[in-house]
């Protein structure tokens, strides 16, 4: 059974030739073009995991993840960022997302985090807020992405 | 003056540090685009070498969509390197409109952000004597304000209109926009910039407009 994925991002060139990308490797992907779509279909759909990204009009990122959480705590949403500071990724992280990458996206790097985010629905666990461990995601992030959740770590630590 | 030349500096630094962060934002979505296609030609290709056809429609398609988001990368950093000269330019006699035309640019993405609309009303030639970097932060503050009250799904118009031996600048807000609000902040976080361009700030309510009255000639 191919993993269910669900992306969002208002861009809509971005859109199609992700999901195309993904669709190649095997998963069943739908997309819509902002968070208010996605919200519907959410309620009446399972999905694996949820391609978000950060900023869009209507609705942004963070405050579509917290509306996620809250239908569903269980899901598994991965931000997707232009430019990433790391009070965002802070704070999409304490808001329970399952991973924050930086555009533009290396497809491995996405796909083993879409992949992991499935066995964590399946085995129960739920990415809410605080329950993250930014060291165990770390090395695998890309770029610059990766010193941003370095950066993070620190704060975590510190506090 | 010089306390004022000064704070107008650092609001300037702050409309640049704002205008440079949205475009490199725009850029990297456009990367990101570019990137994709890339990465979907390296797909096509890893396919075909499994047996499976490539198909030269999809890949003039590719090549469309890559010349497409280069186009538009180059057009935000032509934008990026004109904000950017415009830092530094003197007291010049312009068109309004271009003012007005630039400025909806710059601030385009961040107004589609809060579901803004930004046109420039009228054909009318309306000239004025300023350091436009200085009316392009003025108009950048007023926007920037109206973007913190909007509920979504609306319109401001900029335009110009000679009165005598001033220039006036509208700012024609949907109906219902707390434009007094907007005005006040503007003016208190504006002063400088006001004082700079030896403008005056006033609202009509009733019509929903906020008007910024300059000198037709600066004098130094």
Known sequence: MSVKVLLIDDDQDFLAI???????????????????????????????????????????????????????????????????????????????AADVLEKPVDIRVLTEKIKKTRVQKISGQGSEGGNNTV????????????????????????? | MIRFQGTANTLGLLFCGTMTASMSHEIKNALAIVNENAGLLADLIALAEKGRPLNPERLKTLAADISRQVQRADSIVSRLNRFAHSAGQPVTTTDTREIFEFTAALAARMAAMKGVTITVAGDNTV?????????????????????????????????????????????????????????KLV??????????????????????????????KFEE
Request: glycine share 6%; hydrophobic share 45%; net charge negative.
């Open chain 2, 127 to 183: 000239q004025v004597q300023a350091r436009p970097f200085i009316v392009e932060n003025l108009l950048w503050l007023c926007l920037k304000h109206l973007f913190a009250v909007s509920t979504g799904n609306q319109t401001v118009q900029l335009g110009a209109e000679n009165a005598d031996s001033h220039v006036v600048i509208g700012l024609q807000f949907a109906e219902g926009t707390p434009v007094e609000e907007i005005s």
């Open chain 1, 135 to 159: 060291q165990s995601s770390a090395p695998v992030l890309n770029g610059s992405f990766s010193r941003l959740m370095q950066g993070i770590e620190k704060l975590f630590k510190k506090s």
């Open chain 1, 18 to 96: 992700l999901a195309e990308r993904l669709m190649i490797r095997d998963m069943d992907v739908t997309t819509v073009s902002s968070a208010v779509e996605a919200f519907a279909l959410v309620e009446s759909q399972p999905y694996d995991a949820i391609i978000l990204d950060l900023q869009m009009p209507e609705i942004d990122g963070l405050q579509a993840l917290e509306r996620f959480k809250a239908i569903n705590p269980n899901l598994q949403v991965i931000l997707l960022t232009g430019h990433a500071t790391v009070a965002k990724g802070v704070q999409a992280m304490k808001l329970g």
């Open chain 2, 187 to 216: 003016t208190q976080e504006g002063q400088p910039l006001i004082i700079a361009l030896q403008a005056e700030v006033s609202t009509d309510a009733q019509r929903s407009l906020i008007r910024l009255t300059l000198p037709k």
